[in-house]
């Protein structure tokens, strides 16, 4: 079982419609969550992070965590064009100082 | 948030050379700075742990004497990657958390380095 797993994609979506990407995790020690967005060629860029139960909204976009789940997931709203990217959904593990990250989700939000 | 640079941003070698990188922390000490590695349509997964001062910790499978690591400073890391091979062709990203408060655990990257070797 890999440690963060996200769905590959590519989702679509059409432009002005929400997309939903998810994330599971393994490690139940797992304290802190984060979400990057990947342009292609680049390296990732931090959206936003999470490390309470809950929502937390931060412009279009809204993160969710559920700890008892092991399930995190980042909700985009109004998806625009520039939005088309690959997310990646990256967590903190037990002994670990570095992040570990999912294998990303791509995104295509079609105009 | 802090700034991290790498250098260089591509590089094409041959066979059986060797070939350095570089992570710098521009406005922050970065005590302990990260190195990924990202093949095509995969995840970053992390190589090693370069701690200033004191030896690089290695994730299991890489090979340590492969892919030298110096962190003599505390704004800068390099990645060596010896007697370079075709299967080490990837994108090496360099990362560090900042050293400000409230430390929120995000980790901030540098632009990476497209390796391609011959």
């Known amino acids: 079982q890999k440690e963060v797993e996200q769905n590959s994609g590519p989702l679509s979506v059409p432009e002005g419609a929400i997309a939903s990407l998810n994330c599971t995790y393994s490690?139940?020690?797992?304290?802190?969550f984060f979400w990057y967005r990947q342009y292609s060629g680049k390296s990732p860029e931090l959206i936003m992070f999470?490390?309470?139960?809950g929502d937390k909204e931060d412009g279009r976009f809204t993160a969710q965590l559920n700890k008892a789940s092991q399930y995190v997931s980042l909700l985009i709203r109004d998806s625009q064009p520039s939005d088309s990217a690959t997310y990646l959904c990256a967590v903190t593990s037990t002994g670990r100082r570095a992040l570990t990250f999912g294998s990303g989700t791509r995104l295509q939000v079609q105009p | 948030g802090a700034v991290v640079s790498q250098h260089p941003s591509r590089v094409i070698c041959k066979s059986g050379t060797s070939v350095k990188i570089e992570c710098r922390s521009l406005d922050f000490q970065a005590t302990t700075m990260f190195w990924y590695r990202q093949f095509p349509k995969q995840s970053l997964m992390l190589m090693a742990t370069?701690?200033?001062?004191?030896?690089?910790?290695?994730e299991q499978g890489v090979e340590k004497d492969k892919f030298l690591i110096n962190h003599a400073s505390l704004t800068l890391s390099t990645l060596t990657v010896t007697s370079a091979h075709p299967e080490d062709s990837s994108f090496y990203i360099c990362?560090?958390?900042?050293?400000?408060?409230?430390?929120?655990?995000?980790?901030?990257f540098g632009e990476g380095s497209r390796l391609t070797v011959l």
């Open positions: 990362s560090a958390r900042g050293s400000g408060a409230p430390n929120t655990g995000e980790l901030f």
């Open positions: 370069s701690n200033e001062g004191s030896k690089a910790t290695y």
């Open positions: 490690d139940r020690g797992s304290q802190s």
């Open positions: 999470i490390y309470s139960n």
